[in-house]
């Protein structure tokens, strides 16, 4: 029988009180692998995060049973296109989503590692504490009212933020989400305090521990965007404050939101504009860069600290 594959990737997270992280980390291998779905599943005390994909009927599957498990009922899951598939099934008979090499289910201290657990709270309605919830129209609203007094605090590492950001962002100069911590302890942005800012992020996640923790070190009028990124691209696409293309972390590196995106990329070795992005090759260094096709091509495939 022909069977005509559409792949497809959700991304979504819960922030609920977990008795048995364990138990929930074998059941979500179990019920991934058996419908083929390739991607990363992260479980903890505080919940559950994930980014996986494979053939449209197997991710729909996945979703109607997460959604069964009634801590996961309210999972808020953002879609979007997969590259492609494997041209033959996989065992479970599935074909395999491309965009991730492997499964990988596991169970952490933390959803997001900011390295200070012990710092979060999270009760049923999620993390306690953290900003008020922003819907893109909400953004508007409040961009609308208040002008240039809004500050947009992107929660990414700073390298996802070379593609693609809001309009007059304040971009963190960090290359992992635990140096976060430390800048905010040493007070690098106390100066927006008494300030509206907005914070966001890919998928929303790192900004529900992160503005909590901003709150808890005098950030008083701090607001997060309600589906980060991936919701605001699904209802203003390229219309709206958004600039750029957004940075995934699987194979496709970026996706964009319409067929016409502003290219604010900027390759590493030449400048050229372009929003493609790639592993430094040099060693265990791996950092992301961005690299137009010409520097790939010409084998300039290294960070500026490695350069020749």
């Given at each position: 029988?022909?069977?005509?594959?559409?792949?497809?990737?959700?991304?979504?997270?819960?922030?609920?009180?977990?008795?048995?992280?364990?138990?929930?980390?074998?059941?979500?291998?179990?019920?991934?692998?058996?419908?083929?779905?390739?991607?990363?599943?992260?479980?903890?005390?505080?919940?559950?995060?994930?980014?996986?994909?494979?053939?449209?009927?197997?991710?729909?599957?996945?979703?109607?049973?997460?959604?069964?498990?009634?801590?996961?009922?309210?999972?808020?899951?953002?879609?979007?296109?997969?590259?492609?598939?494997?041209?033959?099934?996989?065992?479970?008979?599935?074909?395999?989503?491309?965009?991730?090499?492997?499964?990988?289910?596991?169970?952490?201290?933390?959803?997001?590692?900011?390295?200070?657990?012990?710092?979060?709270?999270?009760?049923?309605?999620?993390?306690?504490?953290?900003?008020?919830?922003?819907?893109?129209?909400?953004?508007?609203?409040?961009?609308?009212?208040?002008?240039?007094?809004v500050v947009f605090f992107?929660?990414?590492?700073?390298?996802?933020?070379?593609?693609?950001?809001?309009?007059?962002?304040?971009?963190?100069?960090?290359?992992t989400t635990r140096e976060?911590?430390?800048?905010?302890?040493?007070?690098?942005?106390?100066?927006?305090?008494?300030?509206?800012?907005?914070?966001?992020?890919?998928?929303?996640?790192?900004?529900?521990?992160?503005?909590?923790?901003?709150?808890?070190?005098?950030?008083?009028?701090?607001?997060?965007?309600?589906?980060?990124?991936?919701?605001?691209?699904?209802?203003?696409?390229?219309?709206?404050?958004?600039?750029?293309?957004?940075?995934?972390?699987?194979?496709?590196?970026?996706?964009?939101?319409?067929?016409?995106?502003?290219?604010?990329?900027?390759?590493?070795?030449?400048?050229?504009?372009?929003?493609?992005?790639?592993?430094?090759?040099?060693?265990?260094?791996?950092?992301?860069?961005?690299?137009?096709?010409?520097?790939?091509?010409?084998?300039?495939?290294?960070?500026?600290?490695?350069?020749?």
């Open positions: 029988m022909l069977v005509v594959a559409n792949p497809k990737v959700i991304l979504f997270y819960v922030f609920t009180p977990l008795a048995d992280p364990e138990a929930v980390r074998l059941w979500q291998h179990t019920l991934a692998s058996g419908l083929g779905l390739r991607g990363r599943v992260i479980v903890s005390p505080h919940g559950i995060n994930a980014t996986v994909g494979g053939e449209m009927p197997a991710v729909k599957r996945y979703v109607r049973e997460l959604r069964g498990y009634a801590p996961f009922r309210e999972a808020d899951v953002k879609w979007s296109q997969g590259s492609g598939l494997t041209e033959e099934p996989g065992p479970s008979g599935f074909r395999e989503l491309l965009d991730f090499p492997k499964l990988s289910v596991k169970v952490r201290d933390e959803l997001v590692t900011f390295g200070v657990p012990e710092e979060v709270e999270v009760g049923p309605a999620g993390v306690v504490g953290g900003g008020v919830h922003l819907t893109p129209q909400a953004l508007h609203q409040l961009v609308e009212e208040r002008g240039d007094d992107d929660g990414r590492n700073a390298y996802e933020a070379k593609v693609g950001r809001f309009d007059g962002a304040v971009v963190p100069d960090v290359r976060f911590i430390g800048q905010l302890d040493e007070g690098l942005y106390d100066e927006l305090k008494g300030r509206p800012v907005v914070t966001y992020c890919t998928g929303g996640i790192r900004c529900e521990v992160l503005t909590a923790l901003m709150k808890s070190r005098g950030f008083d009028d701090l607001y997060q965007l309600d589906g980060g990124i991936a919701r605001y691209g699904e209802v203003y696409g390229d219309r709206g404050l958004w600039r750029g293309s957004m940075y995934v972390f699987d194979g496709r590196m970026t996706v964009d939101f319409s067929d016409s995106p502003t290219v604010i990329g900027e390759c590493v070795h030449c400048s050229a504009k372009t929003s493609r992005m790639q592993n430094c090759d040099l060693g265990a260094c791996r950092m992301q860069i961005v690299l137009c096709e010409e520097c790939a091509a010409a084998g300039r495939i290294h960070c500026p600290e490695h350069a020749a």
